[in-house]
């Protein structure tokens, strides 16, 4: 079965720092890999999106990366604010032809201080 | 251009009811997902319709719960009868052909006293 995981569950860091999300996975043959953002109550925003020949995308202070061969991805978030605070949820599509849903991490709970 | 729109946002009903949830997707996306969030078990895919046609409901828990598609523009997910173990956030996604991402709704609250 595969399986997503996400270090740390929680991380709290004061306002101007850039921080670093881990997510891993146990199987290499994805399809892509997505990173999302939830808050409170709500649903959850796309942030980004890595297809498998890729290595990394790049949105505003956000960069993703991706390692296939090491099943690992990382969220970058540079110069981080009080509005960044929120859940982070990493999400794989393993099936061939992307058709098939997506596997979630447990979430990171990210909180920046003012 | 309107997002992934679920309804109702909240319900909240007695064990043994029957319980609808709607979903109305992005126009023009092929592909539909009905997704169930709990604080045990995380996100977890229920099943996903391509072109109206549902692929794959290996993740739906048990008999009592049933997803329909009957056209482009809506799905329901229903739980007949509901258990006080379905209480979820349960989230509704679409997706356009080829190597997008989802977009997700603001999902339908449950709770099953």
């Known amino acids: 079965k595969q399986e997503v995981t996400q270090i740390p569950a929680a991380l709290s860091v004061p306002e101007g720092e850039n921080l670093v999300l881990n997510c891993s996975f146990t199987d290499s043959a994805i399809y892509n890999l997505q990173w999302f953002r939830q808050d409170p109550g709500k649903g959850l925003t796309s942030l980004l999106l890595i297809q498998s020949s890729q290595r990394e995308q790049t949105s505003g202070r956000l960069n993703a990366s991706l390692d296939k061969s090491s099943g690992r991805s990382t969220l970058y978030i540079a110069a981080s604010q009080p509005g960044d605070s929120a859940t982070y949820l990493c999400a794989v599509s393993f099936g061939g032809g992307g058709a098939d849903g997506l596997t979630f991490g447990k979430g990171t709970h990210l909180i920046i201080q003012p | 251009d309107a997002g992934v729109i679920q309804s109702p946002r909240h319900e909240v009903t007695e064990m043994g009811q029957e319980v609808t949830l709607r979903c109305k997707p992005i126009s023009g996306h092929d592909y539909l997902f009905w997704y169930r969030q709990t604080m045990m078990r995380g996100l977890e895919l229920l099943i996903y319709f391509n072109n109206n046609v549902p692929i794959d409901d290996s993740g739906m828990p048990e008999d009592r719960f049933s997803a329909k598609m009957p056209n482009a523009s809506f799905s329901t997910l229903k739980i007949q009868p509901s258990e006080p173990r379905d209480s979820a956030v349960y989230f509704c996604?679409?997706?356009?052909?080829?190597?997008?991402?989802?977009?997700f709704g603001d999902g339908t609250r449950l709770s099953i006293l």
């Open positions: 996604a679409s997706r356009a052909w080829g190597n997008q991402p989802q977009h």
